[in-house]
């Protein structure tokens, strides 16, 4: 058969610019077909919240804003209260804000040491200790929003520069309301990287009650302390040693202390004006050491020690993999493991 235009070599190199443009239309439909990609319709396990809320408790230490308002519901009060400070775990914090019911408002300033709670006397200038227990305790409050659970996962979001998952949850808020009248949704944000709690606010559509705490710095602090009575300590020679303030500085704000005044005296010296509750603390002093310090925080053991001397593997499952097992020294020898 003879087609009419088409003899010899012309109709090869015409058929093989068929087959050129048929390779690449062919190509160029699996490049597509590459590219295109199915999204992933798993969302993230209600068990990351789980995971996240009870981390909590394995946290060092961590600061707060927390703020809470509530309308007038029938005969319950308006409340308004705003508050920030910095907790450490399990039984220290710090607190500082106000707290407005109905007409009456309180200004809140305060620590709560190991159950015991201290003031700050604006007359006299001091910290003194009070009875009972009135200090509002930010993380019996951030535990008892939560005590419902039945997270479900709502959305991605971030807060300041952090990606998050948000779970929403039941929150028990009998607190504020009583009566149940308000129907509240809770609202969970956690660090996608470290599975953490950064905030949880609580809402009602008729915004009747608004409750919410932001979560952040977390172990960024070793301990906290009263700042009591000015406690004098006078090092010699160091003036012009600027590196070696800044670490003492450093390291008396990481172990709870307020930031030290700083007096130079014409020999060169300088005088650290610490507030303590006390003199003699061990860790005060160790502070100005010279050379490095090694600080290890620790828990005490809930497993038989026998066990945990014979067996570093649980050891290391229980408390984790850098855990080390010490005991006190002293009258009264205890168990201790670094975390």
Request: one cysteine or more.
């Amino acid at each position: 058969m003879k087609l009419k235009g088409f003899t010899g070599n012309n109709f090869i190199h015409y058929c093989k610019y068929c087959i050129l443009v048929f390779i690449f239309l062919l190509g160029g439909n699996c490049a597509n077909r590459t590219i295109t990609k199915k999204k992933s319709s798993v969302l993230p396990s209600p068990n990351i919240a789980v995971s996240a809320v009870s981390g909590i408790d394995s946290l060092i230490s961590f600061y707060f804003d927390w703020q809470f308002e509530r309308r007038k519901i029938g005969l319950l009060p308006e409340m308004d209260a705003r508050f920030s400070g910095r907790f450490r775990l399990p039984d220290r914090f710090y607190i500082k804000g106000t707290w407005k019911a109905g007409s009456e408002i309180e200004k809140i300033n305060g620590y709560s040491i190991i159950g015991k709670e201290y003031r700050f006397d604006a007359k006299e200038k001091l910290w003194k200790q009070t009875t009972g227990s009135s200090l509002p305790n930010p993380l019996e409050k951030l535990k008892l929003v939560l005590s419902f659970g039945k997270f479900r996962f709502f959305k991605f979001d971030g807060i300041d520069g952090i990606e998050c998952y948000v779970f929403k949850f039941k929150p028990n808020v009998y607190f504020l309301d009583p009566t149940e009248t308000t129907h509240p949704t809770g609202l969970l944000w956690i660090d996608k990287k470290r599975k953490l709690p950064v905030m949880v606010k609580v809402i009602t559509e008729t915004k009747e009650i608004n409750w919410s705490m932001k979560l952040s710095h977390f172990n960024s602090i070793a301990n906290i302390n009263v700042p009591f009575k000015p406690y004098k300590v006078k090092i010699f020679d160091i003036a012009s040693k600027k590196n070696d303030i800044s670490t003492i500085i450093k390291r008396l704000t990481f172990l709870g202390y307020n930031k030290p005044a700083i007096n130079k005296s014409a020999d060169n010296d300088i005088i650290f004006s610490i507030r303590s509750g006390s003199v003699s603390d061990s860790m005060l002093k160790a502070v100005f050491e010279k050379g490095e310090i090694f600080l290890y925080l620790g828990v005490w053991p809930k497993d038989p020690i026998v066990r945990l001397k014979s067996s570093p593997e649980l050891l290391h499952n229980k408390y984790g993999k850098n855990s080390q097992l010490f005991f006190e020294r002293g009258d009264v020898t205890k168990p201790i493991i670094s975390t």
